[in-house]
């Protein structure tokens, strides 16, 4: 049983995983099981050529900056690295999630979805009476959502990125899975707030 699975490859999940896994000493993570899918065949990210975000040099690729994310979150041990499916359900039982993949079944008490914003979402078991228009959409694009209050769909269960309704945008996208981040830090440590800086 995971404490906590993020699910997803763009900058949401992998922000998700950065702020988290660089707090993985503080007493109320330490020793908590968390895992990440990183499936990042679907990426939006991984099209890009990025000229406006934070902190990246002018016209890297996307793909470049996903692989170099992926081998920086390799650095935080406690974050445990899954293999690289697509997921095809998230059910809710009674205090967990049972989240399947292609090929495997996880449970977890927390799973923060980081999925994009494709209309496949709506295919996912167990997540479809959470699915909303994507309002933040370019005219005549139609892409979905899941319904959500503060990046919190139901209780342990949680949306970043593109998936939480937010812009398309690489900085907003990493800025949501860092605040589900520190939705979970304050939660583990019994809903007194508290977050995490680099040094």
Known sequence: MYDLLIVGGGPAAMS?????????????IKGKKMGMIAYTKTSDLKAAVLNNLYGVALGVK?????????????????????????ITAVVAKDDYYEVKTQNNTYEAKNVVLAIGHSEKIANIEGLESYIVAHEKSLPG??????KNTDLVVREGLYAAGLTSGCASQAVIAAGTGADVAVQLMTKWNDGVFDHHHDK
């Open 141 to 146: 694009v139609k892409k979905s959502a899941l």
């Open 62 to 86: 996307g793909k470049e900056l996903v692989e170099k994310e992926l081998e920086h979150l390799k650095s935080f041990s406690a974050l445990e690295q899954l293999e690289q499916e697509a």
């Open 16 to 28: 998700c995983g950065m702020v988290i896994g660089s707090a993985s000493e503080k007493p109320y």
